[in-house]
C-alpha cells in the first residue's frame, strides 16, 4: 500500500500567512535521480488540481511601495492527510514536505525603502519564505530477500 502522511504547517503569527503546502518524492530510475512536486493542501479554499497536483494562485500580493501585504489571504494553519498516487512498492524513494508562505519583499527592497532609493533592478522585489521537513525515506521490503 502507499503510504500516507499527515501533513500539517502552522504560520508564523508574525509573518505572512501559507500559500500552500507541498510534498517533494524523489526516487531512482534507470540510473537517473527524479523529484517531483505535489501541492497537496491550498489556502483560500483552494482545490488541488488531481491532474496537475498544484494549487490555483490566491492572489496574494506585495504592496511595493511600504512593502505591507493583505493578511486577509492566505492560511494561518495548512492540513491535510496525503498519499502518493505515484506509488511503486518496489521503488526506493524519500519525501519531504515544504511550506510556503504568501509572498513578501526581499531584504534589499526593504532597504531601498528605508533609504528612500528605488530598489535595485537586477534584484527580484519579492521573494517567498519556505519551510522544510526533515526527509522521510520508504525503502520496499527486503525481508523476504534475506
Excluded at 10 to 21: E, F, S, T, W, Y
Excluded at 24 to 51: L, M, N, Y
Excluded at 63 to 71: H, K, M, T
Amino acid at each position: 500500500r502507499a503510504p500516507s502522511f499527515w501533513v500539517w504547517a502552522l504560520a508564523d503569527p508574525i509573518a505572512a500567512p501559507l500559500q500552500r503546502v507541498q510534498v517533494i518524492k524523489g526516487w531512482e530510475e534507470g540510473g537517473e535521480t527524479h523529484e517531483k512536486v505535489f501541492d497537496v493542501a491550498c489556502s483560500d479554499g483552494g482545490v488541488v488540481d488531481p491532474a496537475t497536483h498544484r494549487c490555483p494562485e490566491n492572489g496574494a500580493q506585495v504592496n511595493l511601495a511600504d512593502c505591507s501585504f493583505d493578511p486577509g489571504v492566505g492560511a494561518m494553519q495548512l492540513r491535510t492527510l496525503w498519499q502518493d498516487p505515484e506509488f511503486q512498492a518496489g521503488q526506493e524513494a524519500f519525501y519531504y514536505v515544504r511550506a510556503l508562505e504568501n509572498p513578501t519583499c526581499r531584504w534589499s527592497t526593504w532597504d531601498a525603502i528605508r533609504a528612500g532609493e528605488q530598489p535595485r533592478s537586477d534584484l527580484h522585489k519579492t521573494l517567498q519564505e519556505r519551510a522544510w521537513s526533515s526527509p522521510i525515506w520508504y525503502r520496499p521490503d527486503t525481508t523476504e530477500a534475506l
